[in-house]
């Protein structure tokens, strides 16, 4: 793929020489446009020699080819990392006085921005509106890391990691109606939930689990990908926002149920994908102030837990007629001396009511956060199960909602 990486002049400069090496390492042909803040931190000859291609910086190089047009039209993705508060507002504004923000204004291809630089820079309400104007017009700009910045200062800011960028730049490149992707869910409005709840003892403490919400993101990044309208509810998930993709963060599973029961209930919700791991039970006081260790507490304390509503039986009670919306339960099964692992799946699809079961199977431990899993899938027509892996999530997503659109017209 043709990439041209713009690098903006800060010091996470120096990182983006670990992003080329990877792009490159993938097989892409990318061309590096530095501005001239950005040569001050990392020279020319870093960028020619990591890339391989003669480095671009100035529209008065080379004029008889018309670089400041010729770059960004032949571009298939670009990727601006770091991406200061300057650049951000020239885009937004479509200043072109230089030569990446002429190749801002001249590509076509998906872009992708990772910003850099101090906190109150990024939080400042001119770069939050710069932000905003560029995510409406279809420009995937990555939240900051929160972490140490220059100096000694540490907040939100911090340019996201090499590989991080990598990801990001691969899924806004695969959603891009223009590299192939068949966009057979057009049309479709589905809502995804990922991660999982926490559920608060006090101020400082929860009842959590280890669902990294890798699953649900990879689902909500196929569906944007096959050209469905997304909405991702996101429980604690440290993963990058997918492109094309509108996200609700929240925390515990009453925030979980109001925001999934109202996303259903819109006459336009066709499919809900209960991907979280949504706990079953919350603590039934949550203290005020932070719980402090004394005398009473010393030999250890006890937890009263109270049970959360199961979000996904009211959904299949609520939905308001036969089969809208279509409705998918996840299991993450282990088996015991009640049954195996698809045993229990088939109790859970009968007693959850839904039109879709995803089972895995847990025994092992290794599910949670893993990049390959095996999924099996169950349905409520018919006895087969179909098992699929171990693959990437991203294929098991594909086969999930192959899965969806079969049920969908099996009603
Ligand atoms: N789920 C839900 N609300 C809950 C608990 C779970 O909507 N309070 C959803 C999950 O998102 C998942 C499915 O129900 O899609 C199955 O979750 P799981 O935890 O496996 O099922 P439980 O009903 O909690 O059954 P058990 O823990 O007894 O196996």
Not at 60 to 80: K, S, T
Not at 342 to 347: C, F, M
């Amino acid at each position: 793929m043709r990439v041209v990486l713009g690098v903006s002049g800060g010091i996470a400069a120096y990182k983006s020489c670990a992003l080329l090496r990877r792009l490159i390492t993938a097989g892409h042909d990318v061309t590096v446009v530095p501005t001239a803040a950005a040569l001050r931190f990392v020279g020319e000859p870093t960028w020619a020699a990591l890339s391989g291609n003669p480095v671009s910086a100035d529209v008065w190089d080379e004029v008889h080819q018309v670089p400041h047009v010729r770059l960004g039209q032949r571009a298939e993705l670009v990727i601006v990392a770091p991406a200061t508060a300057d650049i951000l507002a020239k885009a937004a504004h479509g200043l072109a006085d230089d030569l990446l923000s002429n190749v801002l204004l001249t590509a076509r291809c998906p872009v992708l921005m990772a910003p850099a630089m101090h906190t109150e820079m990024w939080q400042h309400p001119a770069t939050a509106a710069n932000v905003e104007t560029l995510r409406g017009r279809g420009v995937t700009v990555m939240d900051p890391d929160d972490g140490r910045l220059t100096g000694a200062d540490s907040g939100p800011g911090r340019l996201p990691e090499p590989e991080d960028i990598f990801a990001a730049a691969m899924s806004v490149t695969t959603q891009a109606p223009v590299h192939g992707a068949e966009a057979d869910m057009a049309g479709l409005s589905v809502v995804v939930t990922a991660g999982g709840t926490r559920e608060p003892i006090d101020p400082v403490r929860f009842v959590g689990n280890r669902s990294s919400g890798k699953q649900g993101y990879a689902l909500a990044a196929v569906a944007a990908a096959r050209g469905a309208n997304v909405l991702l509810v996101s429980a604690n998930s440290g993963l990058h926002d997918p492109a094309g993709v509108r996200v609700l963060h929240l925390e515990t599973a009453a925030q979980l149920q109001q925001a999934v029961q109202a996303a259903a209930a819109e006459a336009h919700c066709d499919v809900v994908v209960m991907a979280a791991a949504v706990a079953d039970y919350r603590p039934g006081n949550v203290a005020a102030a932070k719980m402090k260790k004394d005398s009473a507490t010393q030999d250890g304390i006890t937890l009263q837990m109270v049970r959360n509503p199961d979000i996904l039986t009211s959904l299949v009670r609520d939905r308001r007629d036969a089969g809208h919306p279509f409705l998918v339960g996840f299991a993450a099964e282990t088996g015991d001396d009640d049954g195996d692992v698809l045993a229990h799946a088939r109790a859970k699809l009968k007693r959850k009511g839904c039109d879709l079961l995803v089972a895995n199977d847990v025994s092992g431990g290794e599910t949670f956060g893993a990049d390959q899993s095996t999924i099996h899938l169950l349905s409520p027509e018919h006895d087969e199960i179909e098992t699929v892996g171990p693959v990437t999530k991203t294929e098991t997503a594909h086969a999930v909602w192959d899965a969806v659109l079969r049920g969908r017209t099996a009603r």
